[in-house]
């Protein structure tokens, strides 16, 4: 008899374990679609003059970016203009830190208290005197933790790291295939955590293979997050240049339209999350 009533004891207990555990992981059991598949454009640094050259492209793809902005205490008024501007086309202005340290050996030297110090809040204060409250944040260099990433919940509602095709570690090249590049899709309450692919020349994607990832996005209901740094407006010469062709981007674009893929802002996505 005590065998029985054990045994069933056992019985509830696993049957509540799965089902805790079923609740835990429901997103990712049962993932939400997004109601529009799309992608999401994210611009990192201070090219701010480049980018604002970028605007009638945007506005013949009726295209909404974000742009995170490092070290904004550097920048001129006609420089503070021009995101004004952008900010009323309807571009997203957000955080990219004060002074563009790797969170991970900054933090190694110092604290976690002082990074706030150092990168955070002063990069806030500057944007909020010019008018704009950032709500989403880039980590400088990819550089992130998680215990970092739960501190700057606080402040920001999503949190974007680098993904990369191509990666050199000294003489070492790694290379992943286009379809093994799982992370850079955004779906509704997955994480606030989420990974953009590079679109910069050093990251050597083919238009074959963007054109990859947009179907994926579009197949899979999803948001395919892109990002690059500089626009170069002219054809690279040596393969060294820093940055992205506005050519591939504006390719990007017309691939993206030709799919009916919509275009969102990070802060948008940041929305599909639960609070
Ligand atoms: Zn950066």
């Not at 049957?15 to 555990?21: F, K, P």
């Not at 989403?136 to 095709?165: C, E, I, M």
């Not at 947009?214 to 407006?233: D, E, I, R, Y």
Request: hydrophobic content about 40%; aromatic content about 14%; glycine content about 4%.
């Amino acid at each position: 008899m005590i065998f029985i009533r054990q045994k069933r004891g056992i019985i509830a207990l696993l049957v509540a374990l799965s089902m805790s555990s079923l609740w835990l992981f429901r997103s990712y059991l049962f993932p939400q679609n997004m109601p529009k598949a799309g992608i999401a454009l994210s611009f990192d640094d201070r090219y701010i003059k480049e980018w604002h050259l970028l605007r009638p492209i945007f506005r013949k793809y009726n295209a909404h970016v974000t742009f995170y902005l490092t070290q904004p205490d550097s920048l001129s008024s006609e420089e503070w203009n021009m995101l004004s501007e952008l900010s009323k086309d309807g571009h997203e202005i957000a955080c990219h830190g004060a002074i563009h340290t790797q969170s991970i050996p900054f933090v190694w030297r110092n604290s976690i208290r002082e990074y706030f110090e150092v990168e955070i809040f002063p990069a806030l204060n500057t944007m909020k005197k010019h008018g704009f409250t950032p709500t989403t944040f880039a980590h400088p260099g990819g550089s992130q933790f998680w215990w970092l990433d739960q501190k700057l919940y606080q402040y920001f509602n999503l949190l974007r790291d680098v993904s990369l095709k191509k990666r050199r570690l000294g003489n070492w090249v790694f290379e992943r295939k286009i379809d093994e590049i799982n992370e850079i899709y955004f779906k509704p309450n997955q994480s606030k955590s989420v990974s953009a692919l590079m679109i910069d020349i050093s990251n050597e994607l083919s238009e074959k293979e963007i054109v990859e990832v947009l179907k994926k996005a579009k197949n899979t209901q999803s948001v395919a997050m892109l990002f690059g740094h500089k626009p170069l407006f002219q054809t690279p010469q040596t393969g060294q240049e820093y940055g992205f062709e506005v050519e591939f981007l504006t390719y990007i674009l017309s691939e993206s339209a030709k799919l009916g893929l919509k275009t969102y802002t990070m802060a948008e996505l940041s929305q599909f999350n639960k609070p």
